[in-house]
């Protein structure tokens, strides 16, 4: 595939613009300098949008399910009883809290 940079106006000093070819499908290939600037990496998500009159592609931020089991648990094997007990005990502890203010 053949990427050709064009050249910019002098008032869009530093931004860069490519042809890319629309396949049967309608895809598009982001080139890599642009994944780089915007931190796409493969298999990730990409919000496309349209703004006036421009097609917008933006990085999705990271979803809970992608950030699952990201971070190694203080504790192995986790007690659940003991967490659901801790934010019960932190939420009734909030809710009795706002009740003294009113």
Sequence with gaps: MNV?????EPHEQGREEYVQIVTL????????ELRR???VQPNSHVIVSLEAGRVVIKPVAM???AAFGSVSPINQPENFK???ALALEEHVSEVVDKMKTK
């Design 25 to 32: 499908k309608g895809q598009v290939t982001i080139p890599i």
């Design 82 to 84: 003991e967490l659901r």
């Design 37 to 39: 600037m915007i931190g």
């Design 63 to 65: 979803t809970l399910e």
């Design 4 to 8: 050709i940079p064009l050249q910019t």
